[in-house]
């Protein structure tokens, strides 16, 4: 199992490491997708990459102000999501930054120490 440094102090979540399937927040493991904001880390029980849907994404972050932009985590390899699924982000002015879950992971923590107001979407590690 990896463990990654919390180097610099924010609040909010931090993956501080990978499992097998997903990613470890301080003692809690996240075995399957995983969604974060700066204020909470939930489990995402992702669906299909055809069936990824930003609604569902922001509803269940309910977070207020709208972030700067949704870091997504596409899985052990960098793809794109669905064009339905930006074109959704386009509309809600929201912009998308895509990177393989490992990346995005690490990414999370470097934005966060420069306390960026994002939301990210993991999916899991398999």
Same mark, same amino acid.
């Given at each position: 199992?990896?463990?990654?440094?919390?180097?610099? /102090?924010?609040?909010?979540?931090?993956?501080?490491?990978?499992?097998?399937?997903?990613? @470890?927040?301080?003692?809690?493991?996240?075995?399957?997708?995983?969604?974060?904001?700066? /204020?909470?880390?939930?489990?995402?029980?992702?669906?299909?990459?055809?069936?990824?849907?930003?609604?569902?994404?922001?509803?269940?972050?309910?977070?207020?102000?709208?972030?700067?932009?949704?870091?997504?985590?596409?899985?052990? @390899?960098?793809?794109?999501?669905?064009?339905?699924?930006?074109?959704?982000?386009?509309?809600? @002015?929201?912009?998308?930054?895509?990177?393989?879950?490992?990346?995005?992971?690490?990414?999370?923590?470097?934005?966060?120490? /420069?306390?960026?107001?994002?939301?990210?979407?993991?999916?899991?590690?398999?």
């Amino acid at each position: 199992m990896v463990e990654l440094r919390r180097d610099v /102090e924010f609040e909010g979540p931090i993956v501080t490491g990978f499992t097998p399937n997903g990613y @470890k927040i301080g003692d809690q493991r996240f075995d399957n997708g995983l969604l974060l904001s700066p /204020e909470q880390a939930q489990s995402w029980n992702a669906p299909a990459r055809d069936d990824l849907n930003l609604t569902d994404i922001i509803a269940a972050l309910n977070l207020f102000p709208v972030p700067e932009f949704l870091l997504f985590g596409s899985g052990t @390899k960098m793809e794109q999501p669905p064009a339905a699924f930006r074109r959704a982000a386009e509309t809600a @002015k929201l912009g998308i930054e895509v990177m393989d879950s490992r990346a995005a992971a690490r990414a999370w923590g470097v934005l966060r120490a /420069e306390e960026r107001w994002i939301i990210g979407a993991f999916l899991p590690l398999r």
